[in-house]
Structures are given as structure tokens and as C-alpha cells.
């Protein structure tokens, strides 16, 4: 039996700029949806530094409704990103049945499954930190979801007094890139090499085979990594365990 892949990643449901992407992405899922034995989300898939998790369920219902379908109809795994690490405190009100990971790997194939934002040159200025997190990240993000409460109560009104513009990824870096912004030409090819340059360092630090991972909104399909690219831009990954081939597709 042929089983089918489903890979998207960065849709930003609940930032209001990119509501005309929300009607694409219902309309694929009621028409393509459950074509798919597993789907993987690559994280940003809702966007809570723009709209918060107690308002997501509200002003995003059908979508959190459609989502919840399609966990019962096929394996959903959610990879959690930076844009919507949050989830943690969301998965009542949200409840939706998916496995929600950090990372996911698969040793049959030697591939790893992550949002991307770990190799982002602008969220690892300081060496010493990037060294820790190779070297315990995967255990201090457990640590975070843990330690949710208190820094909901500590941390959170300061960062939400924060100019959502001066959070600066990579991404943000790309999209101000395609809004006609010239003067990011040489600065966005440089941080994509840069980050291409981690993801391949990290591979072979894990002794993996293959990156899977959104983020960049730059999508690439090579041997050793996939980027998935971002749903802004109507862009999917597709996969079958008989071809053996990952295929990106640009919906109409």
C-alpha cells in the first residue's frame, strides 16, 4: 500500500496581512486533505506573536476545526517553531490531536524533522549559546515547556512590549526582500548561505542523512535537506514510500 506525505510549513494563521492565504489553505485541505496518511506541520502554522493562543481558538475556528479533522483522518505531526512555541499553553482550548515535537526523526530513513529556526544565523549571534544548544538544546526546550507558567508570569509582558518588527529572522529578512526592498539583496544571500552552512553542520554533527525543515520562506530540494519553503506562497512538499521522491508543488 502507497502511503502519501504531506510537508507545509509557516501559513502565520492569526497575522491579519496574510488572511487572503487562509481562504488557499482551507480550500486544500477540504479538497486534498485526505489524500494524506501522515502531514507534517514544519511550524509557524499559527503566528502568536501576533495574535495570542486564547484568541487564536476564537477568531481562527475553522481552521482549528478543520485541523482537528484531519488528525483524526491521518497521523498529524506539529513541529513547533518560534513563531508559535506557545502552543504548549494552547493544546486545550485548541485540541487537536496531533503529536507536538520539538523535532521529529525518522531512523528508517535517516531523516529529521525540524522548524529551521535553530539554524538562523539571526538567532545565533552569540557562539557560546549555539554550542549549548547543540549541545543540550533539545533538553532545555523540554525544560521550557516545563517552566511555561512562570515565565508567563515573568516574561511574556516584556516581550509583548516588543515592536513585533524589531524581532528579526531570517524570514522577516526574505519577505521584506520580496516586498521590493533592494537594499536586502546581498544581505539575504549571505544569511541564506549561512544558514544552509548550519543546517549542514548540524546533519552531520547528528549523523543524519536528511534535514527537513520551513522556516526561510526560501523553499530548496537537495539530497541532504529540503526546505519546505512556506504556505504564503501556495507552496506544499509531497512525498510517497513507493517513489521515494520529495516533490514541491505551487497550488494554483
Known sequence: MKLKYLIISDVHIGTPEYDSVRKAFLDFFYSKGL?????????????????????ITNKYKEEVSLMREYAHSAKLFYIVGNHDWQIWEA??????????????????????????????????????VYKSWLAFGTYLEQLNRLLRPLWTQLIDPILNSVNINSRETIGSKVRALE???????????????????????????????????????RSLISLSEIDSGTFLKKEIVTYTDEEKQFIKYVLS
Not at 489524500?35 to 484568541?55: A, H, N, R, S, T
Not at 539583496?185 to 548550519?198: D, I, P, T, Y
Request: net charge negative.
Open 91 to 128: 493544546l486545550a482550548d485548541l485540541d487537536i490531536d496531533a503529536l507536538y515535537l520539538i523535532e521529529y526523526y525518522d531512523w528508517r530513513t535517516k531523516t529529521l524533522y525540524v522548524h529551521g529556526h535553530q539554524f538562523d544565523p539571526l538567532l545565533r549571534m552569540n557562539p557560546i
Open 35 to 55: 489524500e494524506y496518511d501522515k502531514i507534517f506541520l514544519l511550524g509557524d502554522i499559527f503566528d502568536f506573536w501576533v495574535c495570542p493562543p486564547y484568541e
Open 179 to 217: 516586498k521590493g526592498d533592494q537594499s536586502k539583496v546581498h544581505e539575504v544571500s549571505q544569511l541564506m548561505s549561512a544558514f544552509r552552512q548550519n543546517a549542514q553542520e548540524y546533519r552531520e554533527k547528528r549523523g543524519v542523512g536528511k534535514i527537513i525543515h520551513g522556516h526561510t520562506h
